[in-house]
């Protein structure tokens, strides 16, 4: 069932510091890659989103880069911010349907 | 513009009973999917309704069903509850266009506990 696998688990960054967070999906059908922000109590929020046709997406502090050939996408956020806490999820789709989730990585900024 | 709204907000069950979980979409979307959420098992993706037509569904077992109404609205039905069945339900909502730029924008869910 696992068809994205998200690393690593938690992330505890200083403010001001980069936050990496990986994931890494087994079918190449897959063709939309987005990244989901949830804080507690509320559901996800999408970030940002990425196609395969594209190596790298940037919005504002946030910047997915993608490696087809690896099959592995990453969100960086740059300049972390005690308010960007949350727990992310990366995914995978087709076309934007039957969403596969990471686990998730919960991150802490400490400031 | 109002955002997805879902009702109940926390339901408590029991084991046996089943549960109608409701979702009202952003006006104008016509795609409604529904989730559920677990700390072990995660954001899962259980089906995706439009215009009234089941379009895509998860790995669930058919104790699960759903529904679209003519103005979008969807229901979630679980039938003979498990223990298991413990978890936040998310619903989301879209233009349903599959286009690069159609955003699914999540409701805070409903928090459903099986006694």
């Known amino acids: 069932q696992q068809q994205v696998k998200q690393s690593p688990q938690s992330l505890i960054v200083q403010k001001g510091g980069i936050s990496i967070i990986n994931c890494a999906y087994e079918?190449?059908?897959?063709?939309?890659f987005p990244w989901y922000q949830q804080f507690p109590g509320k559901g996800p929020a999408l970030l940002i989103a990425?196609?395969?046709?594209?190596s790298e997406k940037k919005e504002g502090r946030f910047t997915i880069s993608f490696n087809k050939s690896a099959k592995q996408f990453s969100l960086h956020i740059m300049d972390s911010q005690p308010g960007d806490s949350a727990t992310y999820f990366c995914?995978?789709?087709?076309?934007?349907?039957?969403?596969?989730f990471g686990a998730g990585t919960r991150l802490t900024v400490k400031p | 513009k109002a955002g997805v709204t879902q009702t109940p907000r926390y339901l408590i069950k029991t084991r046996g009973q089943q549960v109608t979980l409701s979702c009202s979409p952003i006006?104008?979307?016509?795609?409604v999917s529904w989730y559920q959420q677990t700390p072990g098992q995660g954001l899962q993706f259980l089906f995706e309704?439009?215009?009234?037509?089941?379009?895509n569904k998860g790995n669930f077992p058919g104790r699960f069903s759903g529904r679209q109404f003519s103005n979008s609205r969807s229901e979630m039905n679980v039938s003979t509850l498990e223990l298991g069945d413990s978890a936040l339900y998310l619903c989301?909502?879209?233009?349903?266009?599959?286009?690069?730029?159609?955003?699914?924008?999540f409701g805070p869910g409903t928090r459903l506990t099986v006694l």
């Open positions: 989301a909502s879209s233009r349903g266009s599959l286009a690069d730029t159609d955003t699914q924008y």
């Open positions: 079918n190449t059908a897959f063709d939309y």
């Open positions: 990425i196609r395969p046709d594209v």
């Open positions: 995914a995978a789709s087709i076309d934007g349907n039957d969403m596969r």
């Open positions: 006006s104008g979307h016509r795609s």
């Open positions: 309704y439009f215009s009234e037509t089941q379009r």
